[in-house]
């Protein structure tokens, strides 16, 4: 028997069944590739690999927290973005998805509720109940930019009280995957003052926030260190090098902890850490030099999603029935599509019709319409054939 925490048995779906045909036939254009390692971007090989073979392979040295060298690191790339960080405030991890598992062991006993944003990607769902935590949704609202719908919001805190689940956390992602919006400071002072009132923590994934298409004064650019969030509330930044450097390979992020009993938090994040010791050495030895490296990586990516969503917004002329709503960052884009069928059916007759893979809407909990998601990242060539077999397609 296994444990009730995830439906572990889920029947495949249509989209599934055509995707899987669409791939023995070898002729699938896939645009919801996330992966930048497989989209055809230049990685600089050798650099990578000299700067992993400049680390000790025989020494270990363990570091709940991780190493210093590599906390100092973290509060360097910082610092070269404007933003100032103290390395004793910065936790080492495996990846975002650890991070998260580490905050809700750090919040939650079994039971208790995270509250989690819709629309986002799903992922942080099935963390909430992997620690036996229970994932209690609240709406985003979109008026041409998202921003939380406080209403639901407040719901959600009702919610989870009346089925005896107590409110712990509020996941916020920033910006968000996959509409690309951040959270502003007229937000974050309301927000925190829920939070504060509730005794809730923030929990900040802003793993895509070095992908801002352009300066905002008015964004949260790190949850941890805005005043309108910290003065009140406990909060939690989360990166790493998966989406900042380009790297999801070397297995590598962190937390940042702000606000009011930060330190106390740092010491439960040390025993929690102390416990699992996942942070490979050598990933940790090298990341001054990853930083460095992964600038260029990341100039590289998001002079692509750049330049293929201008070839998606140009080729919306072809379909004068659907809309690219507008983004901040992030590397996906979203089209509302005609409701004459459900966004899974809109997916699965693409796939059998045209050989494009997309997101139907539902995947991300996008509602208030009809909606396909596309990834930004595929390289050009596969990108321009599959957005004028997309366009094609919609606008017929």
Known sequence: MFSARLPWHVAENTLAARVEERRERGDLLDL?????????LPYPADALGAALGRTDPARYEPAALGLPAARAAVATAYAAAGTAVDPARVAITASSSESCSF????LCDAGDAILIPEPSYPL????VRLE????IGYRLAFDGVWSIDFASLEQALADARARGARPRAIVVVNPNNPTGGFLRREEATRLSAIAAAAGLSIIADEVFADYAFERDPSRVEMAATEPALTTAARVFSLGGLSKSCGLPHLKLGWIVAGGPD???AMAGLELI???????????????PELFTIGAGIRAGIAARVTANRTVLAQAMDGAPACTLLPSEAGWAAILRVPAIRSDEAWAAA?????GVLVHPGY????????????????EPAIFVEAVRRLIGFLGT
């Open 32 to 40: 919801t590739e996330s992966n930048p390692t497989r989209a055809a």
């Open 103 to 106: 905050l809700f062991k750090l």
């Open 124 to 127: 942080h769902d099935y963390l």
């Open 132 to 135: 036996g935590a229970v994932p």
């Open 262 to 264: 930060a330190e106390a």
């Open 273 to 287: 850490a102390d416990t699992y010791l996942s942070v490979a050495a050598p990933v940790q030895q090298a990341l």
């Open 350 to 354: 693409l796939v059998s019709e045209t």
């Open 363 to 378: 995947f991300f909990d996008l509602r208030g319409g009809t909606f396909l998601v596309v990834s930004l990242l595929p």
